[in-house]
């Protein structure tokens, strides 16, 4: 008697909603019911009846909706770091977006909108987070900061922006600091007078150390000035004894 495996059941699928997390499931086909018979696989069975069949999905992070631009975001309640259609909120501190907001509503763009498809999250979170700290160091800085320090923000700037980040505004300003500090002849003379301003405190410093030794030493001084006073009378009186035991006859 021929054996006929009977239909898999249909299987009905879930829309997932676009506000909802992503979780990574493997889904395996339905097999044939069905009984062997003298060791033979039921007819019309295929062989790729036993492949596993599925698709794995991002997990934890949010979709977004397609489309989003800028000029659409009202305030930071709005604003979400979207990659590629996933949000990346969740890998940043609530202090760097804020920043980063700040950075984009400079230029009235996502600063990321332009980076390279396929980047690992955690590399872009630490592009991102990157960019907001020498935005930060930029701000700090003053004539004091070295050519060196400056030097390494910008080629820290230029490999985010190898990565596709809007930074070319930061490395504008960044130029712009170096020639007013250190390529301009006010720059020159502003910094002669750092250097003789911090020579000066320096000698300032040498000076009072000086005193104080100097009191000290003053303090020994007059301490010897009255061990002498109280003991000149008897030292004088023993000399000339001694004296005279010296002179005195054989």
């Known amino acids: 008697m021929a054996i006929v495996p009977s239909k898999s059941a249909k299987k009905r699928r879930c829309k997932v909603p676009q506000s909802s997390f992503l979780r990574k499931k493997k889904r395996k086909p339905s097999k044939p ?6 060791g033979q696989p039921p007819a ?32 930071f309640e709005d604003f979400s770091i979207v990659i590629e259609g996933l949000v990346l ?28 498809k396929g980047l690992n999250f955690k590399l872009i979170a630490g592009v991102i987070s990157e960019t907001i700290s020498i ?21 820290t700037l230029k490999a985010t922006e ?21 390529d301009s002849e006010d720059a020159a003379k502003t ?31 007059e301490r010897y000035e009255s061990d002498v006073e109280n003991l000149k009378t008897r030292a004088e009186r023993y000399e000339v004894r001694f004296n005279r035991e010296v002179l005195a006859p054989w």
């Not at 794995?56 to 975001?73: A, H």
């Open 33 to 38: 019911r069905s009984s062997f018979h003298d």
């Open 44 to 75: 019309g069975q295929s062989e790729n009846d036993s492949e596993e069949v599925g698709s794995e999905v991002l997990e934890g992070f949010k979709l977004s909706f397609p489309g989003l631009k800028f000029e659409d975001i009202q305030s």
């Open 89 to 116: 909120d969740s890998e940043l501190t609530e202090d760097v977006r804020r920043k980063y907001y700040k950075l984009c509503c400079c230029q009235n763009a996502f600063l990321h909108e332009n980076l390279i």
């Open 135 to 155: 935005a930060d160091a930029m701000r700090g800085c003053d004539l004091s900061t070295s050519r060196d320090e400056f030097a390494t923000w910008d080629k």
């Open 162 to 182: 190898l990565f596709g980040m809007n930074v070319g505004f930061l490395r504008a300003r960044l130029t712009h600091l170096v020639t007013l500090a250190f």
């Open 191 to 221: 910094r002669r007078y750092m250097e003789a301003r911090t020579e000066r405190l320096h000698i300032e410093d040498e000076i009072r150390n000086i005193e104080a030794k100097l009191v000290g030493l003053k303090a020994t001084h």
